[in-house]
């Protein structure tokens, strides 16, 4: 169920487990691979995609765990909220966007990934306040961020302005593509 995961060590089971099964589908593979009588480079090359889903997956496992283990670090009860919801958010995303994954390796059911994509959107609304400090924790200066609505004043339709008024589109009154493309076409008698 979707409350299944809204625990960390939940989501870090599930990466585990898809982890070990990329892997074991390489092994086959690749043991496959030679038993047709490959040998043992050419079945390794042959096995690349296999390998490389295998690499990913352990990958993502290992970025999920090290964000689940900074959450048995001391720290106040509101920074832990906010850090539990993104190490859940993170994880749960990248099911989400390896889903056809996790579905054909059966790591998850059907009805499993539409309620993490429930969670995940809970997830976000209850983030969405925290975004703002969430990015300035970072501390990246605006001139890093280039962000017309991100930026430290709070000054964003005026900015938005100035940014549209120097946009290369906008310096002319008219695109000079209209009159070179457009203008013939909408004089043309048809």
């Known amino acids: ?29 690749l043991s496959s691979q030679i038993s047709r009588g490959l040998s043992h480079p050419e079945a390794w090359n042959s096995s690349h995609p296999w390998l490389i889903r295998a690499a990913k997956a352990h990958g993502e496992y290992l970025i999920v765990r090290g964000f689940a283990d900074v ?5 106040t009860s509101s920074l832990k909220k906010v850090l539990h919801n993104e ?6 995303w990248r099911i989400e966007q390896c889903s056809g994954d996790f579905l054909e390796t059966s790591t998850l059911t059907p009805s499993t990934l539409k309620n993490i994509h429930s969670l995940v959107s ?3 609304t209850e983030l969405r ?25 709070g000054d964003v339709y005026r ?16 695109t000079p593509g209209y009159h ?9 008698k048809l």
């Not at 306040?129 to 004043?153: K, T």
């Not at 070179?180 to 043309?188: E, M, T």
Request: hydrophobic share 40%.
């Open 1 to 29: 169920t979707a409350r299944d995961h809204s625990n960390e060590q939940k989501c870090l089971s599930e990466h585990f487990s898809f982890s070990c099964l990329q892997l074991a589908s390489a092994s086959r593979e």
């Open 180 to 188: 070179k493309y457009l203008r013939p076409l909408l004089n043309a």
């Open 71 to 75: 959450l048995n670090k001391p720290m």
């Open 129 to 153: 306040p925290e975004a703002v400090r969430l990015v300035d924790s970072f501390a990246l200066p605006d001139f890093c961020l280039r962000s017309a609505i991100g930026s430290y004043d």
């Open 87 to 92: 190490v859940l958010l993170y994880a749960l």
């Open 159 to 174: 900015r938005l302005f100035e940014w549209a008024k120097k946009a290369p589109l906008n310096k002319h009154e008219v």
């Open 122 to 124: 809970e997830l976000l």
